[in-house]
């Protein structure tokens, strides 16, 4: 396996921390309460997933206890051999996803693939997760607690953290920040996504961690994506009404980093969905 010579943590706040720089594809971030911590997602490797780990148990001198798995990803999932011998949580739907015949088949290729031709990815072993829940969870700590909140959207099993304490979020994919998002997923609700946005806004948080891009200080960052959500959604509706081709709809401009197949992606399944509803 690879050596990384450096995966630092991001200190958020007094107890909270993250690594945000892209080296495992998907953010992660870590909460300590008074005896233990809780690591959110795992990254895309068991490279990073370990020096992860080990940098926040010396950070806050405390164990890792437990893992909380925001939604299905590999990029979120993949290093969860680093965390194998902990609670690892998610929404019970994170496991029906990963347990998809379709999810089962291209994983198992991507592993693989990733063996042979990715120098960090060495060593992935596809683990579910062993502590599933439904609406909600609530992890305490003597006086310190962390909300986990399944809400769907991105993925149908996606879930947000929460703590009180600090005023942190932790959005999972719900939020890309400086980049288009992936809205593609062949379970992705826009309706759920787009409530899921207004709760996490109402939460009014002073920093969210995203599922990828820089952290974010402030609720009113959450605005400009709802809204682009919301134009978006108008924008694919009118499209079916007026009878356009995919190749014709042009999305909003509220990012400047668009990836063209998620954008593909995005769209072509925006479009199944409304067209449903319509």
Same mark, same amino acid.
């Given at each position: 396996?690879?050596?990384?010579?450096?995966?630092?943590?991001?200190?958020?706040?007094?107890?909270?921390?993250?690594?945000?720089?892209?080296? &495992?594809?998907?953010?992660? &971030?870590?909460?300590?309460?008074?005896?233990?911590?809780?690591?959110?997602?795992?990254?895309?490797?068991?490279?990073?997933?370990?020096?992860?780990?080990?940098?926040?148990?010396?950070?806050?001198?405390?164990?890792?206890?437990?893992?909380?798995?925001?939604?299905?990803?590999?990029?979120?999932?993949?290093?969860?051999?680093?965390?194998?011998?902990?609670?690892?949580?998610?929404?019970?739907?994170?496991?029906?996803?990963?347990?998809?015949?379709?999810?089962?088949?291209?994983?198992?290729?991507?592993?693989?693939?990733?063996?042979?031709?990715?120098?960090?990815?060495?060593?992935?072993?596809?683990?579910?997760?062993?502590?599933?829940?439904?609406?909600?969870?609530?992890?305490?700590?003597?006086?310190?607690?962390?909300?986990?909140?399944?809400?769907?959207?991105?993925?149908?099993?996606?879930?947000?953290?929460?703590?009180?304490?600090?005023?942190?979020?932790?959005?999972?994919?719900?939020?890309?920040?400086?980049?288009?998002?992936?809205?593609?997923?062949?379970?992705?609700?826009?309706?759920?996504?787009?409530?899921?946005?207004?709760?996490?806004?109402?939460?009014?948080?002073?920093?969210?961690?995203?599922?990828?891009?820089?952290?974010?200080?402030?609720?009113?960052?959450?605005?400009?994506?709802?809204?682009?959500?919301?134009?978006?959604?108008?924008?694919?509706?009118?499209?079916?009404?007026?009878?356009?081709?995919?190749?014709?709809?042009?999305?909003?401009?509220?990012?400047?980093?668009?990836?063209?197949?998620?954008?593909?992606?995005?769209?072509?399944?925006?479009?199944?969905?409304?067209?449903?509803?319509?």
């Amino acid at each position: 396996m690879i050596s990384i010579v450096s995966y630092e943590l991001e200190i958020i706040s007094p107890r909270a921390v993250a690594n945000t720089e892209g080296v &495992g594809r998907g953010n992660v &971030g870590a909460i300590y309460l008074n005896n233990f911590c809780l690591a959110i997602d795992s990254s895309m490797y068991v490279s990073t997933g370990d020096l992860f780990r080990s940098n926040v148990e010396t950070h806050f001198k405390a164990p890792v206890k437990f893992l909380i798995i925001t939604h299905y990803h590999a990029d979120h999932t993949f290093g969860m051999k680093s965390f194998k011998d902990l609670v690892s949580i998610s929404s019970a739907q994170v496991s029906k996803n990963l347990q998809s015949t379709d999810v089962l088949e291209r994983y198992k290729g991507y592993i693989i693939e990733l063996e042979k031709d990715d120098p960090l990815g060495k060593g992935v072993e596809f683990i579910l997760p062993n502590f599933l829940f439904t609406e909600s969870l609530i992890i305490n700590d003597e006086n310190l607690s962390v909300e986990i909140n399944h809400v769907g959207g991105h993925t149908s099993g996606s879930s947000f953290v929460f703590f009180p304490e600090e005023k942190i979020l932790f959005a999972g994919d719900l939020i890309f920040e400086d980049k288009f998002p992936y809205a593609g997923d062949v379970t992705c609700d826009p309706e759920k996504w787009i409530t899921a946005m207004k709760r996490m806004r109402a939460l009014n948080p002073d920093f969210i961690i995203p599922g990828h891009g820089p952290v974010m200080k402030g609720s009113d960052k959450l605005d400009r994506h709802e809204k682009f959500f919301i134009e978006l959604r108008s924008i694919i509706k009118d499209a079916i009404t007026d009878g356009l081709k995919q190749e014709e709809i042009e999305v909003p401009t509220t990012f400047d980093n668009i990836d063209p197949e998620l954008k593909l992606l995005t769209v072509d399944h925006w479009l199944k969905y409304y067209k449903t509803q319509i």
